[in-house]
């Protein structure tokens, strides 16, 4: 929160942002002059282009830097996304720059700066530091400025936030620019937490009748929501204290009051995306409804980390309303731009200026994604804008603390963990990952959701690295101290919790579609035969408990190879209640494993990284060993003879993993499989 907002003081005219009088509950006043103040006046017709840049779902990617690898990542980051931004501003002399929230969570420095080493209350978060080189105009909060618990989201926009367990008179450094967000309000107060919207006021370049320029003042309302979801994920946090109503809600309580104040053009700032559900005023994404609220001109978008308007030739959205090519959604421009500083969002609003007001031409704007990744090299390899070099300084002493901070052991194994032979029984990277989500879905039923507190609770992983890339793309965490960026090893996606409710049949037929993994194996031919089929390693789902058992006979054609399961010792009853932990990915997007994993099967969507369980759960257990963590095998190949070998690769030199792991029937077939890639060919003897 801008710390105008409870500011007491006289309004003056003709500040960048016009300041909110004295008293709070009215959040704005329309202070300051008449558009035709300030000389600035004109009585004849004129145009101009106002350019809307929007970042979102930032996630405190400040640098291209991934804090799990301790690597370069020219992929993402804000400091690119700069790059893009003063581009943008040399070609539009009018702009408006705007955030739309998941700013201040997501990377390593992120945790670092809230739990690990709070920063002072006389300091911007790094994230902040560095989207003030840039000069934001206005930004909203997204689901994730709640993960680290209302007292430090008071603290670092700077204090006044009127809720139960907050000091309201603190004064901090704040976030540099107004927050804004019109559904959440204070159960303390019954008003907005912080204010529902400003105004903006500013002079931009117009052009005459006469083609000339001239400058005129315009009053820019922003108003923002987030999603309702928080008070799931962040229940812990926010229950009693808060409380959220719909977008469409509060954009027909605020925008009215917006025009009344002055608002020559409004911008809504969606944490959320698009669904073509019907509305509710619980609805995560809402997109598609907001835009038909009457008085709103243009509308960003994120929370989804996908692209609007999206140019593929099978685009992501596609509901009645959404028009890729317009980019618009019913009518009004719209964008979304990618997550973690991939894209800049650019909606080029065309205004008229009638000589007493301003009008916004929606069929004559545009709206467009400019990512950072600019094309790719003779090579094949991808190019990318180069970063803002004004950025990495700003936060380089907190950046060198984060390294540092992700290289401090959180725990010791006494195996190796590795997924070099995951494909053939070795649970020994898998099953940590298992017990993390499993204990971490279960935890949260207890505590929240009563009416499955009486489902077990199995967890399903899969080795993610599993050597696609060549003999180096295993998970391979040493024997020894673990260290905070080994969880990149052990969890390689940022993806997030999901659980999921299913019954023993969807349980059989997922882990069917999982065994896709494995060729059809033929038990008379006499000649090599590869085991590994094309099917994505990530994709080969696993149980890694006593409680689960299953067989897996490659012999049989797909869909037909789960042999023998059982839970706790009796064969699966197919109607049989289960809740399964898994990823957000699955949870949504495996319809081709089963149906329940279109989203409709998910009962919770956690807010937190598969990444950072497995972390916090390491940290709660630090003593890691193969017999509590790395030994337990639900599932076997069926035992059969074969004439010739199957055979698989694997890293080289992995043979004392196999046999570590209890894996008897592996051999080496060739150190060097002669691809280049750093493999050996093993084989499997499926008859033991």
């Known amino acids: 929160m801008s710390a105008h907002f409870f500011s007491t003081a006289p309004c003056r005219p003709r500040l960048p942002v016009i300041a909110l009088c004295a008293i709070p509950s009215l959040f704005l006043a329309a202070c300051g002059g008449g558009s035709g103040d300030g000389g600035f006046s004109s009585n004849q017709p004129a145009t101009a282009t106002l350019a809307v840049l929007e970042t979102t779902d930032l996630h405190f990617n400040v640098r291209s830097y991934d804090y799990f690898k301790l690597a ?26 705007v955030d739309n929230g998941d700013t201040i969570q997501g990377t390593a420095l992120a945790d670092y700066e809230a739990v690990v080493k709070t920063i002072p209350c006389n300091q911007q978060l790094s994230m902040y530091k560095a989207m003030g080189a840039l000069g934001f105009d206005v930004g909203t909060l997204g689901n994730h400025e709640f993960n680290y618990g209302l007292p430090f989201l008071n ?3 700077g204090g006044g936030m009127q809720v139960d367990g907050v000091d309201a008179g603190v004064k901090c450094a704040g976030a540099g620019y107004p927050t804004v967000l019109a559904n959440v309000y204070s159960s303390k ?7 529902p919207y ?47 109503e719909g977008a469409v809600e509060a954009a027909t309580r605020y925008v009215p009051e917006l025009r009344a104040k002055g608002a020559d053009v409004v911008v809504a700032l969606l944490h959320g995306g698009l669904d073509a559900s019907p509305y509710s005023a619980t609805m995560e994404n809402p997109g598609l409804y907001l835009s038909k609220v009457s008085g709103i001109d243009a509308m960003v978008m994120g929370h989804q ?8 030739a099978t685009p992501a959205y596609t509901q009645a309303g959404v028009d890729n090519k317009a980019g618009t959604i019913n009518g009004v421009p719209a964008v979304m731009a990618s997550s973690w500083g991939k894209a800049l969002g650019v909606i080029s609003l065309q205004m008229k200026w009638d000589g007493k007001a301003w009008s916004v031409d ?43 901070y992700v290289k401090t052991p959180i725990g010791n194994t006494d195996f190796r963990m590795s997924t070099l032979f995951a494909d053939v029984g070795d649970p020994g990277a898998i099953q940590i990952v298992n017990q993390a989500q499993q204990a971490y879905v279960s935890a949260y039923i207890q505590a929240n959701l009563p009416q499955y507190k009486g489902l077990p609770v199995l967890s399903v992983s899969a080795p993610f690295k599993s050597g696609f890339q060549g003999g180096a793309d295993y998970t391979d965490v040493a024997v020894g101290p673990l260290a905070i960026f080994n969880a990149a090893d052990l969890y390689l996606y940022p993806n997030t919790v999901y659980a999921v409710k299913v019954n023993g049949a969807d349980i059989k037929n997922w882990l069917e579609a999982a065994a896709k993994r494995f060729n059809q194996i033929d038990p008379a031919k006499t000649s090599e035969q590869a085991l590994i089929s094309t099917f994505p390693g990530y994709n080969f789902d696993m149980f890694t408990t006593a409680d689960v058992q299953y067989e897996i006979d490659v ?23 289960f809740v399964i932990a898994t990823n957000n990915y699955r949870a949504t997007s495996g319809k081709s494993f089963i149906d329940k994993l279109d989203g409709s099967g998910t009962i919770w969507a956690s807010p937190d990284a598969n990444r950072d369980v497995v972390i916090d759960y390491i940290r709660k257990n630090p003593s890691v060993t193969r017999t509590a963590n790395g ?58």
């Not at 931004?85 to 040399?90: G, P, T």
């Not at 980390?305 to 140019?311: A, G, L, M, Q």
């Open 155 to 157: 603290q670092v926009l």
């Open 189 to 195: 107060t019954r008003q907005p937490l912080i204010q």
């Open 72 to 97: 370069e990542d020219k992929s993402y980051g804000f400091e690119r996304t700069a790059t893009l931004v003063r581009q943008a501003r040399k070609e539009f002399p009018n702009t408006l720059l």
């Open 555 to 577: 012999t049989q054609a797909v869909g037909s190879r789960i042999r023998n399961l059982a839970y706790k010792g009796q064969a699966i009853d197919p109607a049989q209640e």
């Open 198 to 244: 400003t105004l903006i006021q500013k002079t931009v370049v117009a052009t005459g009748t006469d083609g000339k320029e001239v400058k005129l003042p315009i009053r820019i309302g922003v108003i923002g929501f987030t999603t309702p979801g928080i008070m799931n994920w962040d229940k812990r946090y926010l229950e009693g204290k808060v409380y959220t």
């Open 362 to 404: 929606k069929g004559a704007s545009k709206s467009e994604l400019r990512n950072i990744q600019t094309g790719k090299d003779a090579a094949g390899k991808a190019v990318f804008v180069d970063a803002d070099s004004s950025i990495a300084p700003l936060i380089e002493t907190q950046h060198q603390a984060t390294i540092g």
């Open 631 to 688: 030994s337990a095998k639900s599932w076997r190949f069926t035992k059969v003879k074969t004439a010739g070998p199957v055979v698989f690769t694997s890293g080289a030199n992995g043979l004392p993993v196999a046999q570590a792991a209890g894996l008897s029937n592996i051999s080496v077939l060739a150190a060097d499989d002669g691809s280049g890639k750093g493999t050996s060919k093993y084989a499997v003897d499926l008859s033991k």
């Open 305 to 312: 980390h996908s692209v609007f308007p999206d140019t593929a």
